[in-house]
Structures are given as C-alpha cells and as structure tokens.
C-alpha cells in the first residue's frame, strides 16, 4: 500500500477506484466493514481500493490522549486490509474549508475518478462537518455509486470509537478488545529502567507511554508482547509472543514525585523464548504490548517486601487468564 499526504499529487487511474471514506481512528469492526466493502468492490469491478481518511496526528485534541490508533498503526492495519492507495493528508486549511459539493464533485468525481464510494451512517464531510452520508449520495447523483453502511453492531452494541475510548478508560480492556476486533495495543521503544524489578526478582521492560493514546486506569494488566523487526533483527522476531504482567502508572511506592507513567512488563516465561526477550542493560529495540484483561487498580505499598508478594499474586493471576 502507498501511503500519499499530498493529495493534489494523486493521479486517479483512468479505470476508476473504488473508496473508502472515514476517520477510520481504531480501524475497529466497524471500519473495517466499510474497508472491506470497498475493497470487496473494486476487486469485483477492476477498480482501484482506495481509502481516504486524515492523519491521527493532525486532530487538535490529540494532545490529550484521545486517539486509539497512532497513524503508523492505521496505517498497518488498513494495509492489511488490502487497500492500495490511501490518501492521508492533514486535516487543516484549505481543505477543511472545502464545502461539501466541492469535495464531492471537484475531488471524490472529477480528481479522483470515484466509481463507488463507501462511507458510514455517521459519516460528516465538508467545511464544518456540515455535509452527511444523505447529501453525499444526493451530489453523487448517477456518476457513482454510493453505499451507505447501516451501523455494525456487536452482541447487540454499536461499535463505535467513542464507545471503545470510554471502555479503555474504564479498564474495560476485554470489552473494548471485542469492539475493536484485536487486542488495544502501543508500540514503543524500550526505554532504561532503574532496575528496582530486578533487585526484588521481577525484571521489566520499561516502555513511555505513547503520546497520543488513549490511556487505560492506572493499574496492572496481563499482556502480551513482541518485538519488532529492525535492522539488527531478522524478520521473523515479530512473530515471537511473551506472557506478560503489566505495571501501568507513576510507582507511588518508590516514586513520590513522578508525573509522567511508565509501562512496566515482567516477561512471564523468558527462559523458554528467544534472546529478544532478555533484559540488556541498554536497548534501543522496538516492542509492541497487547492488553488483555484488567487485573487491579494501581496503589502504594508501605514497603518492598509487601510490593514484592503482591507482585507474585498478580503473576499468577495474569498466567491463568493467558493460558
């Protein structure tokens, strides 16, 4: 899949695409059923998958910790999807003052050669957002097709990315997980740690928590983790899994003044892995970390030893959920 930021470049091809639009900020099911949908078209009609959606990264309220994919991550994901081309440019002037028959007739028909056009019940386009999927099906009158997807729902729910972001911020990982259709997940590079884990038999893997994403409750959590291929690394250290306790937060018992939260993994079972999982004294190696389930809220020990037994006790509660 490409991926072009500038759009003004994109030369449609003369048989035509077939496009997804959409936010698209999760990539959950039910992004992916309007994904499929064009995708599914275009292979059926010789038409080129296509997918337009902003940057994750340009969103004004992203410095809260408000998105559930980073735009690496959405972009690995629509990939998968079997989009080709997808169209990925700021959400910020002029084209966020584009009014609604303008992006209809001057780019998803006259630019980009839209043969079939897929979008969401809920979608908004235009300056404003004051453009819906009605009006859109309404200024693309014959010169394509338009599919308006009804809403997805799961065990009766409404899959939305509002409802998935409350969810995680609840510590609702399994019920957020179900909505989002895989594991919420971050990638990160491992970072030093201060080696307090490995002085009382727990050593981690020390990870800050992404900048963007929506945070889960401080806490502990059972995860799964792998590393991440690079240039140092054979192409197959991605497709090697650990079990793993997740420490989540600002370690109020050794740590008074901490403002910022720190990701914590104790490997479960690292004898029986590979070295990736091993613990250097320096790294600059890239991990991804699945959260599974929930285990119990974060909170300060009066001393080390008290921390110590607690963190055995979650071990083996993270080792029954994962087995």
């Not at 014959?142 to 729910?157: F, H, N, S, T, Y």
């Not at 971050?186 to 740690?193: A, D, E, F, K, S």
């Not at 970390?289 to 009066?302: A, M, Q, S, T």
Request: with cysteine.
């Amino acid at each position: 899949m490409h991926e072009l930021r500038d759009i003004a470049s994109f030369i449609a091809p003369n048989k035509g695409i077939s496009i997804a639009l959409g936010r698209f900020d999760g990539v959950h099911v039910g992004h992916r059923a309007i994904i499929d949908r064009a995708v599914a078209h275009a292979r059926d009609n010789d038409l080129t998958p296509v997918c337009f959606s902003f940057r994750e990264e340009t969103y004004h309220r992203m410095e809260s910790h408000d998105c559930l994919t980073t735009d690496d991550e959405k972009i690995h994901l629509i990939e998968k999807l079997g989009i080709e081309m997808l169209l990925h440019p700021a959400l910020e002037l002029p084209l966020t003052n584009t009014e609604p028959d303008a992006f209809v007739n001057s780019l998803l028909l006259d630019r980009w050669n839209s043969k079939f056009i897929v979008a969401g019940y809920d979608f908004h386009f235009g300056h404003n957002r004051s453009g819906d999927s009605l009006l859109l099906k309404k200024l693309a009158g014959d010169r394509a097709m338009v599919d308006i997807l009804e809403p997805v729902k799961v065990d009766g729910e409404i899959v939305k990315a509002t409802a998935i972001r409350f969810l995680l911020r609840d510590g609702k990982i399994e019920h957020a997980n179900k909505l989002l259709g895989y594991p919420y997940s971050v990638i990160q590079r491992q970072v030093p740690g201060q080696h307090l884990g490995t002085r009382i038999g727990f050593p981690t893997l020390n990870f800050n928590w992404p900048d963007q994403k929506v945070m889960p409750p401080y806490g502990v959590y059972a995860v799964r983790v792998s590393l991440l291929p690079s240039k140092e690394t054979d192409g197959n250290s991605s497709k090697a899994l650990a079990d793993g306790a997740a420490g989540f937060g600002l370690r109020p018992t050794v740590q008074k003044d901490r403002i910022e939260p720190i990701l914590e993994v104790n490997i479960l079972n690292p004898d029986r892995l590979s070295e990736a999982f091993k613990i250097p004294e320096v790294s600059d190696r890239t991990f991804k970390i699945k959260f599974h389930e929930f285990i119990r809220p974060e909170r300060k020990f009066d001393s080390l030893d008290a921390l110590q037994e607690q963190i055995g006790k979650d071990i083996e509660k993270v080792r029954e959920i994962l087995q």
